[in-house]
Every structure is written in structure tokens, then in C-alpha cells.
């Protein structure tokens, strides 16, 4: 039987593995409760323009024109913009994860992630991603979006790995079918200790506390 070939490169989502979703279902449902929106509008406006903006096609004031502030508000864009990028917050355990198996092996830590422009660079930099992050593969930059595997092929060209050498690390299971489709291998995030332990199995071992 021939040996797998070794990882040297971790493809890695972000909302939902690293970080909490920046704008998901939940954030949306808080703002709606906080500036007294209608909650059902909020999402379906959404859900109509939120694609065209993680593809990097509208910026995120032109978002919040569409889907808040298309009539008068009592609250200012900066307000809701403040709102909005506070509902990011980290899963130390995780960042620390990625991070210490970096060292540990020697990876190439590329983040393949859906996000517009705006939260995206915030949360680059309020998390700090740029201390352990080699590449940044987002929507955003690239124009294309997960699950189309073009986003994939452009993450293997910009890290110079082979899809063999590499693993990504996702919380919605279609992205990682995806990927394993060509060739990479793939670890469906559920909660810490599954994925510490599906990465061990594929040779990235922790040194603290994993298998």
C-alpha cells in the first residue's frame, strides 16, 4: 500500500472554525431585536444581495444601503456598522490549535474563506490572523465563492501545494466534499476535540493534549 502523501499545507475556514460566523443568521436576528428591524425583511434582503457582496462586487456600504438603510433609519450606518463587526468573536482553542500546529510541522496556513471585504479585514486584524495566516484565499479578494471549486484550484496555485499535501478544515460539510473531490483531504469541524483528532490521524499531531 503506498503511504499517504505528508501535509504541508492547511486550507482554513474561518467562521464557524476560528472565529464565530461575522454576519451569520444569529448576528442578523440580534440586529433586527436591537434597531427594532423587521427580522424576515432584514433576511430576504439579505439573502438577495449577500453573495454579490462576499464576491467582492459591492462594498459593505452599499449593502447596508440595499438591505438597511433603503428608508430612513433612527440609527446612523456607522452605528449598525459598529454592531455589526462586534458580533465577531474567537475560538482561542482553535486559534491556538492552527497556530502551534504550524510550528509544530512546518504548514503553510492558507484561509480559503466566503467574506466581503470590510469584515474580513477586520477581523484579519482585531484576531490577528496575520501572526500565523501565510495567505489569505477570501472571496473578497479572489471573486469567486465556496462551493465553487474554482476557489480551491486558485488556493492551490497561490500556496504552490499539491492537493495531495494539503488538508482543509471547514464547518459546512458540502465545502469539504468539495475539496476532497480534488484531492484534498478534509476535516468537517464539528467541536475541538473531532478535529484534533481527524488531523492526528492524518499525521498532525498536537503536542498539548492532542492524540
Known amino acids: 500500500m503506498m503511504r499517504a502523501a505528508k501535509i504541508t499545507c492547511i486550507f482554513l475556514d474561518v467562521g464557524g ?4 460566523d461575522g454576519w451569520g443568521s444569529q448576528a442578523r436576528k440580534l440586529a433586527a431585536a436591537h434597531f427594532k428591524l423587521a427580522p424576515a425583511e432584514l433576511d430576504a434582503r439579505h439573502h438577495l444581495i449577500w453573495d454579490t457582496h462576499q464576491a467582492g462586487k459591492l462594498t459593505l456600504d ?7 438603510f433603503y428608508e430612513r433609519r433612527t440609527f446612523t450606518k456607522a452605528q449598525f456598522r459598529r454592531f455589526m463587526f462586534a458580533q465577531s468573536h474567537p475560538y482561542p482553542r482553535m486559534l ?34 496575520r501572526t500565523f495566516v501565510d ?11 465556496k462551493p465553487d471549486g ?5 488556493a492551490l496555485d497561490i500556496s504552490q501545494s499539491l492537493p495531495q499535501e494539503v488538508v ?3 464547518d459546512t460539510s458540502m465545502f469539504v466534499q468539495i475539496a476532497e473531490g480534488l484531492g484534498i483531504r478534509g476535516v468537517h469541524h464539528t467541536d475541538y476535540g473531532s478535529t484534533v483528532a481527524k488531523l492526528a490521524s492524518f499525521g498532525l499531531r498536537d503536542a498539548e493534549g492532542g492524540p
Open 96 to 129: 491556538n490549535l492552527i497556530a502551534r500546529l504550524k510550528v509544530r510541522h512546518g504548514l503553510k496556513i492558507v484561509v480559503v474563506s466566503n467574506e466581503g471585504r470590510e469584515l474580513n479585514a477586520f477581523r484579519i486584524r482585531e484576531f490577528k490572523l
Open 135 to 145: 495567505s489569505f484565499v477570501s472571496s473578497c479578494f479572489v471573486h469567486v465563492l
Open 150 to 154: 474554482e476557489i480551491f484550484r486558485l
Open 168 to 170: 482543509f478544515i471547514d
Open 17 to 20: 472554525v476560528v472565529l464565530t
Open 62 to 68: 452599499e449593502y447596508l444601503d440595499r438591505v438597511v
